[in-house]
């Protein structure tokens, strides 16, 4: 099998001026991944690695650039997962860690717990030799503005928001067919202090089990948490239907049934590929070969020829 990372940064209402800055990130993000599965790394390695570099790229809501809480804050939510044996990890409410995709790795491999959350998620960054970032280091000036803006006119215009999205997530698939899933955000503008997402909750914004296939989700995390939208996807996975069937058919349902938008890419055991999302735009990109595929608008699959 073609090994594959597909990733996604983030599903909504993003504005135009926002579109070359997300293809970017996700195209740089889907080679960073590729490279490691070819240099002989494993998935979970993969999905750390493009999970990372969308984290630093200002472009994402996720790590340095997140959206702020109410108080002017970021805190931010990731979880990760291996295919092979369901082993997870995650953290929620997290503050001032440039990577909360790793912390969340070593939840998994260094704790029985599958959730840290807050302070006690920061306490275990420090003993593991995480560094902590000087207080307000991650936030960006366009958070800054967005959360304004959230202040002045409410977040009605659409139920993502304008600004502030960009979630990030990827799923691998290596040769012999071993999967990995991951996901990392700063939640949603405007939100209250301490609110946690469906990012760091396993089944709806992450799963991945090698007998059937990987998921990463976006967009409502209210909604997708609700909906278990992760696992719904799996579920419509293993009762036969393909990545692509499987996550059209499961956004669709979701957001008739609780009237909110979000956006998912999946990975099936065979390989195929889902990308959709029920919001206006998503971007996602994966890199097969030398070639990279990329999109963020409904029906948009362009190719070019990676940069290595
Ligand atoms: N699902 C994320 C959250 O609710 C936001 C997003 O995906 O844009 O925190």
């Given at each position: 099998?073609?090994p594959i990372v597909?990733?996604h940064g983030g599903a909504?209402d993003?504005p135009?001026?926002?579109v070359?800055?997300?293809l970017n990130?996700v195209?740089?993000?889907a080679s960073?991944?590729y490279r490691?599965l070819?240099r002989?790394?494993s998935v979970?390695d993969?999905v ?7 984290e ?6 996720a790590g ?5 809480n ?5 805190e931010?939510?990731?979880?990760i997962?291996?295919?092979?044996n369901?082993?997870s990890g995650?953290?929620?409410v997290?503050k001032d860690?440039a990577h909360p995709i ?8 260094r ?5 840290l959350?807050g302070?006690g998620?920061n306490?275990f960054?420090k003993v ?17 503005e ?9 977040d009605n ?17 290596d ?5 990995a899933?991951?996901?990392?955000t700063?939640?949603?503008n405007g939100?209250?202090v301490?609110r946690?997402?469906?990012?760091s909750i396993?089944g709806?914004?992450?799963y991945?089990d090698?007998n059937v ?5 976006t967009?409502h ?7 278990c939208l992760?696992h719904?996807i799996?579920?419509e996975m293993?009762?036969g239907?393909?990545?692509a069937v ?16 979000a956006?998912?890419i999946a990975i ?5 590929l889902g990308i ?5 735009r998503?971007a ?7 070639e990279?595929?990329?999109g963020?608008?409904?029906?948009q699959?362009t190719k ?5």
């Amino acid at each position: 099998m073609e090994p594959i990372v597909l990733v996604h940064g983030g599903a909504g209402d993003i504005p135009d001026s926002r579109v070359p800055l997300k293809l970017n990130g996700v195209k740089k993000a889907a080679s960073i991944g590729y490279r490691v599965l070819k240099r002989g790394g494993s998935v979970v390695d993969a999905v750390e690695e493009a999970v990372k570099s969308m984290e630093d790229d200002e472009a994402f809501n996720a790590g340095y650039g997140s959206v702020l809480n109410l108080d002017g804050e970021v805190e931010m939510d990731a979880t990760i997962m291996i295919g092979a044996n369901l082993n997870s990890g995650g953290v929620t409410v997290v503050k001032d860690i440039a990577h909360p995709i790793s912390l969340a790795r070593l939840v998994m491999e260094r704790t029985p717990h599958f959730l840290l959350a807050g302070e006690g998620a920061n306490r275990f960054a420090k003993v593991q030799g995480v560094p902590t970032l000087p207080a307000g280091s991650l936030v960006s000036k366009y958070a800054r503005e967005a959360l304004e803006d959230f202040k002045k006119h409410g977040d009605n215009r659409t139920e993502i928001g304008e600004k502030g999205v960009g979630t990030v997530g990827a799923v691998a698939i290596d040769s012999k067919g071993r999967m990995a899933a991951a996901t990392s955000t700063g939640g949603i503008n405007g939100k209250m202090v301490g609110r946690s997402s469906d990012t760091s909750i396993i089944g709806s914004g992450t799963y991945a089990d090698d007998n059937v296939g990987a998921v990463s989700t976006t967009g409502h995390g209210e909604s997708i948490a609700r909906f278990c939208l992760a696992h719904a996807i799996i579920y419509e996975m293993k009762n036969g239907s393909s990545a692509a069937v499987a996550t059209a058919n499961t956004l669709k349902a979701m957001t008739e049934k609780l009237k909110n938008t979000a956006g998912a890419i999946a990975i099936s055991k065979g390989g195929d590929l889902g990308i959709d999302f029920t919001s206006k735009r998503m971007a996602w990109a994966y890199q097969i070969k030398d070639e990279i595929h990329f999109g963020i608008e409904h029906g948009q699959h362009t190719k070019e020829k990676a940069k290595n």
